[in-house]
C-alpha cells in the first residue's frame, strides 16, 4: 500500500515537470538550480524520512507495550475476581472443604505469579520507570491474601468484610497503574 502511494506520488511530479517542460496549462520550467533551495529541499526530505521511520516505528512500538502491560493487568484483575467469587461461596459455610482450599490457593498462586510477570514485563518496557508502583501492589496483594485466609482459613471463611477492603485496595492500585502506564510517553 504504501509503495503504490510512493509510485503515485512520484508519477504525479513526473507529470506536473513534464507538463511545465511542454509548456501546458500555461506552466513553466525555470531549468536555473539554486544551490539553497537544493539544501533546503534536501533537509525537509531528511526530516520527513527521519519523521516517518524513527518517531513512527517508536511510537508504535511503545503502544504495543503498553497494550502488553494493561492485557497482564487485565488477566490479574480476572484472577482477583475468580479469587474473590471463589471466597464469596465460602460465606455462610461452617467449615471449608479440603477441595476448597486447594482452589484459592492455586488462584491465589496465580495471582502472585500474574504480578510476578506484570513485574518484569514492567521492568522490560519503555515503562520501566513505573516499577515503583510495584512494592504497592505486592502489599495490597499480601493484604488480601492475608485477609481471605487467615487465622481460621483451612477450617472456615474469614470476614467478607475485610475481603471487599483489601480486594478494593489492590483492584484500585492495579487501575490506578493501567492510568499511569497509557499516559506513559
Not at 483451612?154 to 467478607?160: D, E, I, R
Amino acid at each position: 500500500m504504501i509503495v503504490i502511494a510512493i509510485l503515485g506520488i512520484v508519477a504525479f511530479v513526473l507529470a506536473v515537470v513534464w507538463s511545465a517542460h511542454a509548456g501546458l496549462l500555461g506552466m513553466t520550467l525555470n531549468m536555473e538550480v539554486k544551490p539553497l533551495e537544493v539544501i533546503s529541499l534536501s533537509v525537509n526530505i531528511a526530516i520527513a524520512f527521519l519523521l516517518q521511520y524513527y518517531l513512527a516505528n517508536k511510537i508504535t512500538d511503545l503502544r504495543s507495550e503498553k497494550d502488553i502491560l494493561i492485557d497482564n493487568i487485565a488477566d490479574i484483575l480476572s484472577t482477583m475476581r475468580a479469587c474473590r467469587d471463589t471466597l464469596s461461596t465460602w460465606q455462610g459455610k461452617d467449615k471449608i472443604t479440603p477441595k476448597d482450599s486447594h482452589q484459592v490457593i492455586q488462584l491465589f498462586r496465580r495471582l502472585s505469579n500474574g504480578i510476578t510477570h506484570l513485574e518484569d514485563s514492567l521492568n522490560m518496557s519503555q515503562c520501566g520507570k513505573l516499577s515503583g508502583d510495584i512494592p504497592g501492589i505486592w502489599q495490597a496483594c499480601d493484604h488480601y491474601k492475608y485477609s481471605a485466609t487467615c487465622a481460621p482459613f483451612p477450617l472456615k471463611p474469614t470476614s467478607a468484610t475485610e475481603q471487599d477492603r483489601s480486594f478494593r485496595a489492590l483492584s484500585a492500585k492495579l487501575q490506578s497503574l493501567v492510568f499511569k502506564i497509557n499516559k506513559h510517553h
